[in-house]
Structure formats: structure tokens, C-alpha cells
T-cell receptor, first 115, second 113 residues
Framework: DVKVTQSSRYLVKRTGEKVFLECVQDMDHENMFWYRQDPGLGLRLIYFSYDVKMKEKGDIPEGYSVSREKKERFSLILESASTNQTSMYLC??????????????FGPGTRLTVL | KQEVTQIPAALSVPEGENLVLNCSFTDSAIYNLQWFRQDPGKGLTSLLLIQSSQREQTSGRLNASLDKSSGRSTLYIAASQPGDSATYLCAVKLTGGGNKLTFGTGTQLKVEL
């Protein structure tokens, strides 16, 4: 059964802290994604990775960085957390786009609050 | 830039009613369109995926249609149940857009007893 896990369901951090959000998938997927979800704005892509050590910016990469040292793990890093980064963060993974039916599988999300 | 819109933002219906959720997109050069379900505080679960060459897909009480020329998709839910209460999101993948999805903001559905 497909599984994407995220390290924390809820996280509270202080302004200026460095924050790590971890995502692990057990499906040997090439692609991994980080989104944030805010009311009225929907899901917005922050970064994605199509291979180990490879990354591409999404629509809103400012204030974030990512790391993919192993195929199964994709980390989102907030170098200096700010209150406007309070949000729900969702990780997803998918196979490389071999067919038109490859879907993204999502983790349960991390609700991050920055005080 | 692809924009995806879902109307209405929220919908409340009595149990047993058939209902339609709408999704519209601005760029018709899509590779596929998906409908997802999201329960409160949870991740997304894929419900149906329609390839650009298809007109519709069905799974149980769910039927999704796609009209690329008009930039629209609908999700039809038959005989709604309280367990259908969730937020429904549509997402499109553009041709040549790699593996990126563009999401709508969702329709929050409540099915009441």
C-alpha cells in the first residue's frame, strides 16, 4: 500500500527559528513535492524534486529551501521562520511521468504555526 | 499561467441528493485532470483522473467529465451520504508542464442527515 509520511502533524516554532519538515515515501517514486495550503489560496507548489540531489522551484519558493539526499526522503527547510509561513504543509510523491495516469500521493500534512 | 477555479466554495445538501461540483481552467492544453478529496486536517486522496483524450471517468457513485474546449470539468456525486462530507479539489497537469499540478481552491461539501 502506498505510503507518504511526514515527520510531524503539528509544529509550533518561534520567529527566526530554523525549521525542518521531513517527508518519506516508500514507493520508490522519482518525484517528490512540497506544497503549502492556505484558506482561499488552495495548494501552492513550493519546490519539487525529480531525482536525488535535483530540485526545481515551484510557484512560491521564497523563504524556503529543500534537500533530497536519498530517493525516499525530501526535506523542506525554513531558514528563518516568519509568521507568514504559518500554514498547512503537504508533501506528495509520484512516479516519473511515464503515463498520463500517474497520480500524486499525499502525506497527512504538517500544521505549522510560527509565533 | 494556468488558473483553476472551483465554484461554489461551499455546498450543503441533504442526504440522498445528487450533486455536481464544478471546475474550470483557463489553459486547455492539459495532459490530465484529477479530482481529489480532502478530509479536515488530512492529506489529499485521488478520486478520479481523466486523461486529455477522455471525456469521463466513473468510480462507484462518482462520475467526472471533462470538456477541454470549454475548459470545464464536473464531478457528479450520486445519492450523497454524510460520509461524502469533505473538501473536493480539482487539479490539472499541463502538457509539457512536467509533473506539476495546478490546484483549484476546492469546494467544501457538507451532506446533512
Amino acid at each position: 500500500d502506498v505510503k507518504v509520511t511526514q515527520s510531524s502533524r503539528y509544529l509550533v516554532k518561534r520567529t527566526g527559528e530554523k525549521v525542518f519538515l521531513e517527508c518519506v515515501q516508500d514507493m520508490d517514486h522519482e518525484n517528490m513535492f512540497w506544497y503549502r495550503q492556505d484558506p482561499g489560496l488552495g495548494l501552492r507548489l513550493i519546490y519539487f524534486s525529480y531525482d536525488v540531489k535535483m530540485k526545481e522551484k515551484g510557484d512560491i519558493p521564497e523563504g524556503y529551501s529543500v534537500s533530497r539526499e536519498k530517493k525516499e526522503r525530501f526535506s523542506l527547510i525554513l531558514e528563518s521562520a516568519s509568521t507568514n509561513q504559518t500554514s498547512m504543509y503537504l508533501c506528495a510523491s509520484s512516479l516519473w511521468d511515464r503515463t498520463a495516469t500517474d497520480t500524486q500521493y499525499f502525506g497527512p500534512g504538517t500544521r505549522l504555526t510560527v509565533l | 499561467k494556468q488558473e483553476v477555479t472551483q465554484i461554489p466554495a461551499a455546498l450543503s445538501v441533504p442526504e440522498g441528493e445528487n450533486l455536481v461540483l464544478n471546475c474550470s481552467f483557463t489553459d486547455s492544453a492539459i495532459y490530465n485532470l484529477q479530482w481529489f478529496r480532502q478530509d479536515p486536517g488530512k492529506g489529499l486522496t485521488s478520486l478520479l483522473l481523466i486523461q486529455s483524450s477522455q471525456r469521463e471517468q466513473t468510480s462507484g457513485r462518482l462520475n467526472a467529465s471533462l470538456d477541454k474546449s470549454s475548459g470545464r470539468s464536473t464531478l457528479y456525486i450520486a445519492a450523497s451520504q454524510p460520509g461524502d462530507s469533505a473538501t473536493y479539489l480539482c487539479a490539472v497537469k499541463l502538457t509539457g508542464g512536467g509533473n506539476k499540478l495546478t490546484f483549484g481552491t476546492g469546494t467544501q461539501l457538507k451532506v446533512e442527515l
